[in-house]
T-cell receptor, first 114, second 109 residues
Framework: EAGVAQSPRYKIIEKRQSVAFWCNPISGHATLYWYQQILGQGPKLLIQFQNNGVVDDSQLPKDRFSAERLKGVDSTLKIQPAKLEDSAVYLC????????????FGSGTRLTVV | KQEVTQIPAALSVPEGENLVLNCSFTDSAIYNLQWFRQDPGKGLTSLLLIQSSQREQTSGRLNASLDKSSGRSTLYIAASQPGDSATYLCAVGAQKLVFGQGTRLTINP
């Protein structure tokens, strides 16, 4: 079974620039999540999709972050404009509908804002 | 609001020792508790998942226990090996996971 694919692996941008991350979940997984992991901290949920609908985006900084999941499969997370404090690893994960059997995480995208 | 705390933040032990990692949570009305492993520059790998009706799970040298009444979980690693060196994270929830900050474990040969 193929895992959760993310790209790019690394990205360095200047503050105020924009950046986008891509995620392809495990086939058949209805639920997709984006987490932000700042160095030395645990991951924090940014947004959760169920198919192509948003379930929870309460911790997404909506003035600069946006995410979409077209056709209920792939997803993109965008930051515009980026701030220094956005430097983090952005992790995508997917699960079957109820999450009972656990998650599968991708390898993440490491973003550095300079 | 659920908060998850892991102690210690870092741990270094010689190879072969048995060790315990601790996780505490503030809201006992959890659904699942999971332990993950994270290697440097990598994503998270699920180690053990304990559903709220369960008290422990075992996989190989790993054993995780859950005590909802006290808001605690422990991850026991037997006969530690250098390959066990990683950051271990616990998380509570079913769909939305709330993570602790992790314990960075180093096993010295």
């Amino acid at each position: 079974e193929a895992g959760v694919a993310q790209s790019p692996r690394y990205k360095i941008i200047e503050k105020r620039q924009s950046v986008a991350f891509w995620c392809n979940p495990i086939s058949g997984h209805a639920t997709l999540y984006w987490y932000q992991q700042i160095l030395g901290q645990g991951p924090k949920l940014l947004i959760q999709f169920q198919n192509n609908g948003v379930v929870d985006d309460s911790q997404l900084p909506k003035d600069r972050f946006s995410a979409e999941r077209l056709k209920g499969v792939d997803s993109t997370l965008k930051i515009q404009p980026a701030k220094l404090e956005d430097s983090a690893v952005y992790l995508c994960a997917s699960s079957l509908t109820d999450g009972v059997m656990g998650y599968t995480f991708g390898s993440g995208t490491r973003l550095t804002v300079v | 609001k659920q908060e998850v705390t892991q102690i210690p933040a870092a741990l270094s032990v010689p190879e072969g020792e048995n060790l315990v990692l601790n996780c505490s949570f503030t809201d006992s009305a959890i659904y699942n508790l999971q332990w993950f492993r994270q290697d440097p520059g990598k994503g998270l790998t699920s180690l053990l998942l304990i559903q709220s009706s369960q008290r422990e799970q075992t996989s190989g040298r790993l054993n995780a226990s859950l005590d909802k009444s006290s808001g605690r979980s422990t991850l026991y690693i037997a006969a530690s090996q250098p390959g066990d060196s990683a950051t271990y994270l616990c998380a509570v929830g079913a769909q939305k996971l709330v993570f602790g900050q992790g314990t960075r474990l180093t096993i010295n040969p």
